[in-house]
């Protein structure tokens, strides 16, 4: 039987469909329906987490039948695919159908995988909190108890100290002390830096550190919305203020009063929005889409983006006033290759979570594997080592090394790529002209292993050995299977 969670895909496109199930599959336990008929028989017989409908269907609007769903099955997290994204079928998506996503044709198969990993968690979590609701209704009592001491853990998991993972010698050691000496006081602040570098988690660092740690802390991602869409989101509107608004929504600026707003990806904002939240920011208040009263709120509010501002401004893209609004204070987050130094025990505290989270255990590392790991140039930072480690961790042995060989071919051949610079620096060592080949022979034939996961076989075809002689070569040199590295206690 299956453990994984069971999606629906429904699309009249036969490529459509099989592109998805083809690129899902291995992820989760994919059903396809090319119809509505088809997929409501699913939902009857079938327990399904998450449905990905198409919206331009011949029978039914995709958001028509995610209505129908919505009232049958209110669990299922629904999300619409479209190659249109017309902001009237968004917000009646989200209003109308209660829409977790609305993704936009052509779809990159590494974004939708992470979007689908999140509704799945959206989805265990609102079945968690049901059965917490029942018995909070049954233990009134502690609810308060069980609710602060929630925020004192959040509280301390991001802390500079618990939330911040980092070597003696970090570059992040100052963005630290900077986070640990704005954290009390209530100005806005701009977090600058590479996507995956953990803007969010800098930004969560100041609002559990702050004296507004026990309020609600809100995240949104200013570029996943249009305009009409993104201020209803973060201002509210009023029931009949739009097509689809059918009922009053609280915006996250009110649901956060007292709290922290974070604004992500601000730098996508359009000209037009960038004069509302301007206006907002410097009155302290909001108005909901369709309404005439205006709202206090008391929010302390913090940004982030991977563009740079400054350049925005002098292209005319953004405004000014709002930059110095919202950039009391800058901080910029360098990227992994700047702080290689921190990759050793980043990699152990990631592997350390996805031991707990895959219920799966090894000895760490090998040295070749962080060697590699730290020889990488990771463009996509800390979030793509994240997937590599939790790569590493699936396919490596039960109790065992990782070793270098289960590194992905992309970073595998990143890191030998950067290491192949400084094999000439071979010329300048000591020794006999015989000694310093052998040094580079040894070096080849680690290449090679290597790059052949260490099957003795194949690279023993690469370098036109017989495998006897490659292993006596192998004896020679020294070259074994990498040793443990002395990262796991880091």
Same mark, same amino acid.
């Given at each position: ?29 994919? &059903? $396809?329906?090319?119809?509505? +008929? %088809? ?5 009857? !017989?079938?327990?399904?987490? =998450? @449905?990905?409908? *198409? ?89 308060? &108890? $069980?609710?602060?001491?929630? +925020? %004192? ?5 991001? !802390?500079?100290?618990?939330? =911040? @993972?980092?070597? *003696? ?90 709290? $922290? ?230």
């Amino acid at each position: 039987m299956s453990t994984l969670s069971t999606i629906l895909i429904v699309d009249d496109e036969v490529r459509s469909l099989e592109s998805l199930k083809r690129n899902l599959s291995g992820d989760f336990d994919v &059903k $396809t329906a090319a119809n509505v +008929k %088809e997929a409501q028989a699913i939902l009857e !017989s079938e327990w399904v987490k =998450i @449905i990905l409908c *198409d919206q331009r269907m011949p029978d039914m609007l995709g958001v028509e039948f995610l209505i129908t769903v919505r009232e049958r099955w209110p669990d299922v997290i629904r999300i619409i695919i479209s190659g249109y994204s017309e902001a009237e079928d968004i917000i009646s998506g989200v209003n109308d159908a209660g829409i977790y996503q609305y993704i936009t044709k052509p779809w990159h198969p590494d974004s939708l995988k992470l979007m689908l990993r999140n509704a799945e968690r959206i989805y265990d979590l609102q079945r968690q909190n049901e059965l917490m609701a029942v018995e909070l209704k049954m233990a009134t009592r502690d609810a308060e &108890k $069980t609710v602060r001491s929630r +925020k %004192e853990r959040l509280r301390d998991h991001y !802390s500079c100290d618990s939330g =911040i @993972i980092r070597a *003696d010698d970090s570059p992040m050691n100052n963005i630290c002390d900077t986070l640990h000496q704005l954290a009390t006081y209530d100005i806005s602040v701009v977090i600058t830096g590479e996507s995956g570098t953990g803007k969010e988690l800098a930004a969560r660092t100041l609002h559990y550190s702050s004296l507004r740690w026990n309020k609600p802390f809100v995240a949104e991602n200013c570029g996943a919305f249009p305009d009409e869409l993104l201020e209803s989101e973060l201002f509210g509107h009023k029931k009949g203020a739009f097509t689809g608004a059918t009922e009053n929504h609280i915006g996250l600026f009110e649901r956060a009063d007292g709290g $922290t707003v974070f604004l992500d990806e601000i730098g996508e904002v359009s000209e037009s929005f960038q004069v509302k939240l301007l206006r907002v920011l410097q009155e302290g208040e909001i108005r909901p889409v369709g309404s005439t009263q205006k709202r206090k709120v008391d929010i302390r509010v913090l940004a982030a983006t991977n563009k740079d501002l400054e350049a925005e401004i002098r292209a005319g893209r953004f405004r000014e006033d709002l930059y110095f609004r919202l950039a009391a204070v800058t901080i910029d987050i360098p990227p992994l290759k700047e702080r290689t130094m921190d990759i050793p025990v980043l990699a152990a505290f990631i592997l350390d979570e996805a031991q707990k989270h895959f219920g799966k255990n090894v000895k760490g590392f090998t040295h070749e594997a962080i060697d590699r790991m730290m020889a990488y140039h990771w463009p996509g930072n800390v979030r793509e080592m994240q997937n590599e480690i939790q790569h590493m961790l699936v396919m490596g042995p039960e109790g065992e090394l990782l070793g270098a060989e289960l590194l992905s071919p992309r970073v595998l051949g990143g890191s030998l790529a950067k290491q192949d610079v400084g094999m000439m620096s071979l010329i300048n060592l000591k020794g006999t002209l015989k000694e310093r080949v052998e040094q580079l022979e040894a070096q080849i034939i680690h290449k090679i292993l290597i790059r052949n996961r260490w099957n003795k076989s194949r690279a023993a075809r690469e370098l036109g050995l017989s495998r006897v002689g490659l292993r006596g070569k192998m004896e020679r040199y020294g070259l074994m299977k990498g040793e443990p590295a002395d990262t796991q206690d880091a």
